[in-house]
């Protein structure tokens, strides 16, 4: 972890700290190395974000610029992360030399990330040397039957997966990466997303298995069903059931409620989103 860095105050996992810490998402990261059945690539990353297309996406040196501008806007940002607009580690030159760039100069800063888990494996030891305190897993599901409904294809390398064999790698990779993440210390979220009659009577299981794993918060939240997808035709679930959801999964882990869905390019303390205040300096930095 980072020297000066004090954990607690990562307004995502300790909502008592979300009024006074904020966060500044960086947008390197285009591309995706899965096809998750309610995504628009157009959009950005369900993983961490309400549609909406993402203004710009950025480089390393230019995510650094970027980060120098907003702090001296913003002071109460307290943790930087990368979450998309596709994954980190489809992006992975990108998404390590940020991460370098940024570790470098902003030690005080925590660093947190958010990634479907496929590809983040090789990278665990240098992430832990870079300080990366917090890490965000997507898993919906831990039976590869229902994963096989919720990804249309998984790509390792040059090789494209489909049904049960995408599902099944996606899990394996998904499993191995939390435990290493928490071998290497480092601070787990599980994001998953209720889909009604994909994965919702599912959700406990998957929650009992990232306790099992060492997890330290589960995030469930409730499908946006994209125009265009897959899952277009599904009824969001309402806050009613997803509250249930969130009662039944707490018997396993502690839940995240206070998620605010937040944009690959989000900036300041969560409900309190300043990505529209600073679209011109995000712009500006990209030229
Ligand atoms: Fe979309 Fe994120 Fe899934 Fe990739 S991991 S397909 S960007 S929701
Ligand atoms: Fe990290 Fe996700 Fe919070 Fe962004 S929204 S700072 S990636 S936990």
């Not at 947008?27 to 309610?38: E, S």
Request: proline letters at 6%.
């Amino acid at each position: 972890m980072n020297a000066t860095a004090d954990r607690a105050n990562h307004p995502c996992f300790n909502p008592a700290v979300k009024g006074q810490f904020g966060r500044v998402h960086l947008p390197v990261a285009p591309h995706c190395n899965i096809k998750c059945n309610y995504c628009n690539r157009k959009y950005d990353c369900v993983n961490e974000s309400r549609p909406g297309v993402t203004s710009t996406v950025l480089t390393p040196d230019q995510a650094l610029v970027y980060v120098d501008r907003v702090l001296e806007r913003e002071p109460r940002i307290s943790v930087v992360g990368i979450a998309g607009p596709g994954d980190p580690f489809a992006n992975a030159e990108a998404t390590m030399e940020t991460l370098r760039l940024i570790n470098e100069k902003y030690s005080d800063k925590l660093l947190c990330l958010s990634s479907n888990g496929m590809n983040i494996g090789p990278h665990i030891p240098e992430l832990a040397a870079l300080n990366v305190s917090h890490v965000t897993i997507t898993v919906n599901a831990v039976d590869p039957e229902i994963g096989a409904r919720i990804y249309g294809w998984v790509r390792d390398g040059k090789v494209l997966y489909r049904g049960r064999q995408a599902a099944e790698l996606l899990l394996r990779r998904q499993l191995e990466a939390i435990g290493r993440l928490k071998a290497a210390g480092i601070t787990v979220k599980i994001n998953c997303i209720m889909i009604p009659g994909v994965n919702d009577q599912h959700i406990p299981a998957v929650a009992e298995a990232m306790r099992d794993l060492g997890a330290d918060l589960f995030n469930c939240m409730a499908l946006f069903p994209n125009a265009g997808t897959p899952f277009a035709e599904i009824i969001e679930p309402s806050k009613q059931e997803l509250a249930a959801m969130r009662a039944k999964a707490e018997k396993f882990l502690p839940q995240m409620r206070h998620c605010t869905r937040c944009r690959a390019d989000a900036v300041g303390l969560l409900g309190e989103d300043k990505s529209g205040e600073m679209q011109g300096c995000l712009s500006a930095c990209a030229t």
